[in-house]
């Protein structure tokens, strides 16, 4: 398999030449790949990346997914003013078993190792430390940049920020990566690790970044930190429901990214239902996607019921005060939001709207509450 066939989806294969001089080493490659274990969900951009490396499987080189259990108790902010939450081992490492085995699902466990890079950098000493921290200067790190952005606003940057390029780069360092894959955000970090593969008297891996799939918000890249983002093991319902909710400016790279196909030229909502049943089916089947899109059409667009409704009793008193029902019984955030609702007619008896926050009990008994556009409550009658 050729570099072309390897790359054809890649933003940046550095440096030029690199890759090619790789594949004349006549020998399975190591390709590294960082995963972020703050959330056990594997998303659709992520899912794209694997998808790519399993090319490079077929061809017979192998994966190395780096999990972060270490650097997550560092922060990476990777474009992003603050830094990342800091969890405990125990819940990393759930979520690291559970993200692999979503994984298996596009890539060869056969061909695919799994380390944690704990198992090096917590066995660094001080003096060891300090060596990794040579190999790279203040001002280098400053030309990342989100580090740049926050240094000319004289926004804070932990010590410990500015120690993560430096841990993943170690990271290539303890695998003696070939070739480092990640988004086209994480070029810097990736760049930086040839460079201290050089410090140890290793040879640099080449480097390849992917194009970055926005996320369900229209704004910034997928990611399970920001929340924008649909799991490959959402339900079908939830899955198809996402996708419908992006902006109509997505359609071109969604259709590119999650199907491999350009979009078709067709009115915008025919295309993201089409999208969307794509996108379902790929990942739980075609019987799953017609589910979906008449799950969709029934409650979505015509504001009916799901089939499939749970039940539940009427607390006591009348009038029944709405929002706290909504907040009890719907699983609604708060009585602010639930009166949002209210006031936005995202609130449905029986298909229709209602207004006012007091409902007489009578109305609701034996009635089918809805709140937003995926919370379904029946009532049993009196």
Request: aromatic share 6%.
């Amino acid at each position: 398999m050729g570099v072309s066939e390897l790359t054809r989806n890649a933003v940046d294969v550095l440096p030029h030449g690199a890759l090619e001089e790789k594949l004349k080493l006549g020998r399975p490659l190591r390709i590294k790949l960082g995963i972020d274990p703050t959330s056990p969900d594997l998303h659709l951009g992520f899912a794209y990346a694997l998808e790519n490396l399993r090319a490079f499987q077929e061809a017979g080189h192998e994966i190395v997914l780096i999990v972060g259990d270490y650097t997550a108790r560092i922060g990476d902010p990777s474009g992003r003013s603050a830094e990342r939450p800091v969890l405990e081992g125990s819940v990393l490492d759930a979520n690291a078993k559970e993200f692999e085995q979503q994984a298996y699902r596009i890539i060869d466990p056969e061909r695919t190792s799994v380390r944690f890079n704990g198992e090096w950098l917590g066995e660094l000493t001080y003096e060891e430390t300090v060596r990794l921290c040579r190999t790279m200067t203040v001002a280098r790190l400053l030309e990342r940049d989100d580090f740049a952005k926050r240094f000319a606003a004289h926004a804070p940057i932990s010590l410990s920020e500015l120690l993560y390029p430096l841990m993943q780069a170690y990271d290539s360092v303890a695998i003696e990566a070939d070739i480092e894959v990640g988004g086209t955000d994480q070029l810097y970090n990736l760049l930086a690790g040839r460079d201290v593969m050089a410090h140890y008297g290793l040879e640099p891996q080449a480097v390849i970044t992917y194009p970055l799939l926005i996320g369900l918000d229209g704004e910034e890249k997928m990611s399970k930190s920001k929340g924008n983002y649909v799991a490959v093991q959402d339900a079908p319902e939830e899955m198809f429901g996402k996708v419908m909710s992006i902006p109509d400016r997505l359609l071109e790279q969604w259709w590119e990214i999650c199907l491999g196909r350009e979009a078709p030229q067709s009115e915008a909502m025919e295309s993201k239902l089409a999208l969307a049943r794509g996108i379902v089916e790929k990942w739980h089947g075609a019987e799953a996607a017609a589910g979906a899109a008449g799950h969709f059409t029934r409650v979505v667009r015509r504001h009916e019921a799901p089939e499939d409704v749970p039940e539940g009793d009427l607390p006591d008193g009348d009038p029944v005060h709405l929002p706290a029902l909504l907040v009890a019984r719907l699983g609604v955030g708060s009585t602010s939001e639930a009166r949002r609702l209210i006031e936005q007619g995202g609130v449905r008896v029986d298909g229709e709207a209602v207004t006012d926050v007091d409902i007489p009990r009578a109305r609701l008994e034996g009635a089918t509450l809805q709140a937003g556009k995926r919370r379904f409550l029946r009532f049993r009658a009196a």
